[in-house]
């Protein structure tokens, strides 16, 4: 019997997660976003309601009364107008974090519920300038998929607030590159507590504010934010190059993925309606003990990153900039002396960046990034890493044009270039690379929040070694890919 009430409880448990899913998804049915009914009736609009003037930041709760009706709500796009954040649909329009905005609609206690869901497929193909290198022609399709809640509680002015999102792969082979990969994986999880329109305090696994915006291709996963790399192909040369993807000042952007017990810790401020501030830190190990079977090291990792947003809806200018260091966990011995040492190897990071951005709503968004990165590795001697040690530079811009309600087209470019300390006897140039990347971008919305967006992408790299027995060489990539994206 037993055994039978489990079987029973489990079957509701089930039955009921549907449920709940498609009520959160009519909790907005009372007030459709506007692009969802031009769709149905079959007309070109413009901007959707909340965008087309830079709105003032959405009214915070009057009273304590709404913390005593729990309820759950979609909580997609259309759920958070904000400041005019970019032409309806654009890559703007579209960045994740809400360009350090709070989440206005999550301002009543309850389970915010929204996801996305995208799909890949095309093709890449790189040709390598030299005889002794093969080229690579590479068929893929890549898909991600991410469920996302936000519960929340709100008091007045005040909230705590969460979130989760979680992710399924389309990667499910058990080999290591899928493994790695992960199958099924977490993105956010965080608490996050504050006052509206004031600060707030948010600890755990989360993006940091963006600065430098690449537009509608060049996306995290994808074949052109590689670009013209080696792909699995050695070079020749000692210490093997490999074409430099931009520095967007993501040292510490991206959500830490270190190992064992690394997170991050924010404090935001909003001091005007048009300034935020966000100090992020960065604390953790990535493994509590030596590998001896690898030999390799744990590591502990601290760090910090200030950002400043300065946002008037139709200008937007960023900056940040980071500073991380990684020390060894543990001490080495000194059997001689019959002592111990503290830790030597270290690898420190640290860069600046900025961009500006224009809004000519809702027909055009343009930007121009900047960011200068340096990182240098020490061993367990105190000498420097010099393959390991590295100055890389990114400039680019992106564009993007809004024909109509349903169509965007975008294109943009990003030069970078890394210069590592590593000189080879005789030489005096140290190993240098370059690359620049490209794309063009047409994207179709036939209805609701499903897109359809053709990326193409050019990018050419440069390879010069400090060995002056090898000769220089370029590599070409030619991309192109469809992509289908469902943002719920």
């Not at 080999?175 to 600890?203: M, P, Q, S």
Request: charged share 15%; hydrophobic share 40%; with cysteine.
């Amino acid at each position: 019997m037993e055994i039978n009430r489990r079987r029973y409880r489990r079957l509701v448990a089930f039955a009921t997660l549907p449920t709940l899913l498609a009520f959160g998804g009519t909790a907005n049915a009372e007030a459709p976003d506007e692009a969802d009914a031009d769709t149905e009736a079959g007309a070109d609009a413009a901007q959707p309601a909340a965008q087309p003037k830079a709105a003032a930041t959405p009214a915070v709760p009057e009273t304590t009364a709404q913390a005593s009706a729990p309820f759950i709500e979609h909580m997609g796009p259309e759920t958070f107008p904000g400041r005019l954040r970019g032409i309806y649909g654009g890559s703007l329009w579209l960045e994740p974090d809400f360009q350090g905005l709070q989440w206005p609609q999550n301002t009543r206690t309850g389970l915010g519920v929204s996801a996305d869901f995208w799909v890949d497929s095309g093709k890449a193909l790189i040709e390598r300038g030299t005889q002794q290198l093969p080229n690579s022609n590479l068929l893929f399709q890549q898909g991600r998929a991410l469920l996302r809640l936000t519960p929340a509680y709100v008091s007045g002015r005040f909230f705590a607030q969460a979130q989760v999102e979680l992710v399924g792969n389309l990667c499910q082979a058990t080999t290591t590159i899928c493994l790695t990969t992960g199958t099924f994986a977490t993105d956010d999880l965080w608490v996050r507590f504050g006052a509206w329109n004031a600060w707030d305090v948010k600890v755990g696994r989360f993006e940091a504010w963006e600065v430098y915006h690449t537009g509608m291709g060049m996306e995290l996963y994808t074949l052109e934010r590689l670009g013209a790399g080696m792909f699995g192909v050695d070079t020749f040369t000692t210490p093997k190059l490999e074409a430099p993807t931009f520095y967007g000042v993501n040292y510490l952007h991206d959500r830490p993925s270190n190992g064992l017990a690394v997170g991050y810790a924010a404090l935001h401020l909003y001091p005007t309606e048009y300034l935020r501030f966000e100090l992020l830190g960065k604390l953790g190990s990535d493994n509590y003990r030596a590998d001896n079977a690898t030999g390799d090291t744990p590591w502990n990792y601290w760090g910090g990153r200030p950002t400043l947003i300065f946002d008037v809806g139709w200008f937007k200018f960023r900056v940040a900039g980071e500073y991380q260091k990684r020390t060894a966990t543990t001490q080495t011995l000194d059997p001689g002396m019959l002592g111990k040492k503290d830790p030597v190897p270290q690898r420190v990071q640290k860069g600046a960046g900025a961009s500006v951005q224009f809004v000519i709503n809702p027909v055009l968004e343009f930007g121009v990034n900047a960011a200068i990165g340096k990182q240098v590795d020490v061993d367990a001697f105190a000498r420097p890493v010099l393959e390991n040690s590295f100055t890389t530079t990114s400039v680019g811009g992106f564009a993007n044009v809004r024909f109509t309600d349903h169509w965007v087209a975008g294109g943009g470019a990003n030069w970078t270039t890394q210069t590592d300390t590593y000189l080879a006897t005789g030489s005096t140039l140290n190993d240098f690379t370059s690359q620049l990347q490209s794309f063009g971008a047409v994207q179709y919305r036939p209805l609701g929040h499903l897109y359809i967006k053709v990326v193409l992408g050019y990018a050419i790299a440069d390879f010069l070694p400090s060995d002056l027995a090898v000769a220089e060489w370029q590599n070409h990539m030619y991309s192109g890919r469809i992509r289908l994206l469902y943002i719920y």
